[in-house]
């Protein structure tokens, strides 16, 4: 796994595995007492593991922190004997021990994109991720998508939407989402990501995607009409919308690691996001909903 989460170890609990439901308890209204914190149903977290210390990783939001409902949850990075524990919240099972999530949920479809709400606050230059993965029975990963926060305050829930990268043609038998407050290997206590709404994109249009995974990340906040764009490596870029019928409908010239950017408006749907060096040399494919 690319991303060091936890380092210390503990016991966890089991988590209630429902049959082809990938994204269980997707706007996070649903949470079970134990004894002095909650978790949310579905959903595994270090709250087992570190409640007896009075430290809680997970925690559920109430208004106003919250993008539709009654909560959301809430992640954030703390210290637990002098070590850094991220917030996570994930359908998989926590390998305390061995720094690791594995495992998932049964499921068989496949999806086009993830999306959600969120809201970030990094501390010291640190992101937030949600990750979400498709596996086969030989535990091959069929299908991948990885939304990274920008290292900058977002303090209104903002959408986003990432497309399922399918590396395989093998039919999956088990999905996983991983949510965190930092990125892992840049842990930095007290980074604090909110999350809400998510969602499994069935896209009927069926765009094709091409191209190699992206280290880029977008989201669209639908209030202002802005698509907001972060890049790991920075330089000069060229940045274009499709529409579902291959028509560019929007065009602009980037420079540096994060931009937001003014959009017309657009009708409802998906688009795809293709971005170029400003040599050519290296270009990616990624995707956006809007609704």
Not at 141 to 158: H, L
Not at 256 to 272: D, F, H, Q, R
């Amino acid at each position: 796994m690319r991303k060091s989460l936890f380092v210390f170890a503990l016991s966890f609990v089991v988590l209630r595995i429902n049959a082809q439901i990938a994204l269980p308890n997707p706007g996070f209204e649903n949470w079970t007492s134990a004894g002095n914190y909650e978790d949310p149903d579905d959903w595994h977290t270090l709250n087992p593991s570190t409640a007896f210390v009075g430290v809680l990783t997970a925690l559920k939001a109430n208004p106003p922190d919250v993008h539709s409902g009654s909560f959301a949850i809430k992640l954030t990075t703390k210290t637990v004997f002098g070590q850094t524990a991220n917030g996570i919240a994930t359908t998989g099972t926590i390998d305390v021990q061995n720094q690791t999530i594995t495992g998932g949920l049964p499921y068989t479809l496949r999806p086009d994109s993830i999306s959600g709400w969120y809201m970030y606050t990094p501390a010291g230059g640190d992101n937030g991720f949600v990750d979400f993965v498709l596996l086969d029975n030989a535990n091959d990963t069929v299908g991948f998508a990885d939304f990274t926060t920008p290292s900058a305050v977002v303090s209104t829930y903002t959408y986003f939407s990432i497309p399922i990268v399918y590396r395989s043609a093998a039919s999956p038998t088990l999905s996983r989402f991983t949510l965190s407050s930092s990125a892992g290997y840049i842990s930095v206590v007290n980074s604090t990501m909110f999350i809400d709404d998510l969602s499994l994109i069935f896209n009927p249009n069926k765009i094709v995607e091409h191209g190699n995974p992206s280290e880029t990340a977008y989201s669209y906040r639908s209030t202002s009409n802005t698509l907001i764009f972060h890049s790991l490596d920075g330089g000069n870029k060229s940045l274009s919308l499709y529409n579902s019928l291959g028509q560019r409908v929007f065009s602009v010239e980037l420079s540096g690691n994060e931009s937001e950017i003014s959009v017309p408006e657009l009708a409802k749907g998906p688009y795809i996001v293709r971005i170029n060096s400003s040599s050519n040399s290296r270009m990616s494919v990624g995707k956006i909903i809007i609704n």
